[in-house]
């Protein structure tokens, strides 16, 4: 959801923003339908996106990190329901910025659940490389 607010800005410097997840189509349609999120969501249940990029790792012991309970609860507090809990949660969370070519110039791997860079470092280090192209 943040990423959906951040794009509106990023277009600004020509860069497209689409979020992939798991298999929960229905957490997709429920972002799309009850969130108002408009950028492209798509589904990769068998992490061939993931995989292509690099952030098809699993999570392993980090699943019973506690900061990642703490920001699913985070998530529930602000009445954010993930409705069901779905195999992709083995999956690290990542983020990548890619190129016209589909090439990867940023990576963020998140070593827990929830972990994901803040919008902020997000938002610099596509401007900075918006600014090298």
């Given amino acids: ?6 794009a509106p ?3 600004e410097h020509g860069v497209s923003v689409a979020a992939v997840g798991g298999s929960a189509d229905y957490q997709a349609r429920w972002l799309r339908d009850e ?3 408009g950028v492209p969501l798509f589904l990769d249940p068998d992490h061939q996106f993931g995989s292509a990029v690099g952030l098809d790792k699993r ?4 699943l019973l990190d506690p900061r990642g309970a ?3 609860t985070r998530s529930l507090r602000k009445g954010l329901r993930p409705q069901h809990i779905t195999r992709d949660t083995v999956q690290a969370p990542g983020v990548v910025i890619l190129d016209q070519h589909h090439n990867v110039c940023w990576q963020y791997r998140g070593h ?3 972990d994901y860079p803040a919008m902020h470092e997000l938002e610099q280090a596509v401007l900075e490389l918006a600014m090298m192209t």
């Fill in 112 to 114: 827990r659940i929830g």
């Fill in 35 to 37: 969130q108002g999120v």
């Fill in 1 to 6: 959801m943040q990423l959906a607010q951040l």
């Fill in 9 to 11: 800005s990023l277009s």
């Fill in 70 to 72: 703490a920001a699913y």
């Fill in 59 to 62: 999570l392993g012991l980090k």
